[in-house]
């Protein structure tokens, strides 16, 4: 039976976390305009995909950022997002988080929506800190 090295455990910067990591997580929602939901994930990603699901005709742009744009961290004024434009138009994001804020695009008027899959560790939400900072709330 194998056994554990004193001191290796699931972590953050532990190698074999993100090597086994694979559970899915799959989420969606309708988004009204200038709407953002809060997508909080159960466990830490390795990387996730979200999928403008353009659901007014090409809908607006969806705006997706670590940080939310109500916080006074300047997240829109500064541009701290990346944009999706087209229905069903996707990014993948190779980077762990907890969570991810999606926003609706006042300018494009109407609602869009969004498909979100994730690839989840098995670190828990407890270990992961805050991201801010240069490009993402300052």
């Known amino acids: 039976m194998p ?12 190698v074999g976390s993100y090597q086994v ?9 309708l988004l009204a305009t200038s709407e953002e939901k809060k997508v909080s ?3 830490v990603t390795r ?3 979200v999928i403008s699901s353009g659901s007014s005709g090409n809908g607006p ?6 940080n939310s ?15 999706l434009t087209a229905a069903f138009e996707s990014m993948t994001y190779h980077t762990k988080c907890k969570e991810v ?19 989840l560790t098995n670190i828990s939400t407890t270990n992961m800190y805050a991201l801010t900072g240069s490009g993402l709330t300052d």
């Open 101 to 119: 804020f999606i926003t609706c695009d006042a300018n494009g008027g109407g609602n869009n929506g969004f498909e979100l899959i994730a690839n």
């Open 69 to 83: 744009a109500t916080d006074p961290g300047f997240v829109m004024a500064h541009r701290h997002y990346t944009t």
């Open 47 to 49: 990387e996730f995909t």
């Open 21 to 29: 990591s694979g559970h899915p997580f799959l989420t969606g929602s």
């Open 3 to 14: 056994q554990f090295s004193p001191g290796v455990s699931v972590g953050l910067r532990n």
């Open 61 to 66: 742009t969806l705006r997706i950022h670590f």
């Open 41 to 43: 994930f159960p466990f």
